[in-house]
């Protein structure tokens, strides 16, 4: 069982940055990989950006890459998404996930492929 808890959610302007940090609590942190996801009002929730357990391997949404870095440091069971040059379209709640699977060297993109989510964090980007 892993929970987890989203923070460093708020309002900037057009171009600016923000970090968001997901605390995990859990013994497998380590061993699983982890995921970003995003939702905007009357919309699905999409992939953002993905890293595996070891952190050796990452995946950006096309909207995001060059913009969006996903990092994760294991002896703080925290996961990080930095983002940068924000934009109005960036607007969205954003969600942390965990994968059940333990050890995967595949990135994990799909919403299904997640067993454990967050409440979210809302991240609003201003014009």
């Known amino acids: 069982q892993v929970q987890l808890v989203e923070s460093g959610g708020g309002l900037v302007q057009a171009g600016g940055s923000l970090r968001l940090s997901c605390a995990a609590s859990?013994?497998?942190?380590?061993?699983?990989?982890m995921g970003w996801f995003r939702q905007a009002p009357g919309k699905e929730r999409n992939f953002v950006a993905a890293i595996i357990w070891s952190g050796g391997r990452t995946r950006y949404a096309d909207s995001v890459k060059g913009r969006f870095t996903i990092s994760r440091d294991n002896a703080k069971n925290t996961v990080y998404l930095q983002m940068n040059s924000l934009k109005p379209e960036d607007t969205a709640v954003y969600y942390c996930?965990?994968?059940?699977?333990?050890?995967?060297?595949?990135?994990?993109?799909?919403?299904?492929?997640?067993?454990?989510w967050g409440q979210g964090t809302q991240v609003t980007v201003s014009s």
């Open positions: 996930a965990a994968e059940r699977a333990l050890y995967g060297s595949v990135v994990a993109t799909t919403v299904t492929e997640y067993d454990y």
């Open positions: 859990g013994r497998t942190f380590s061993s699983v990989g």
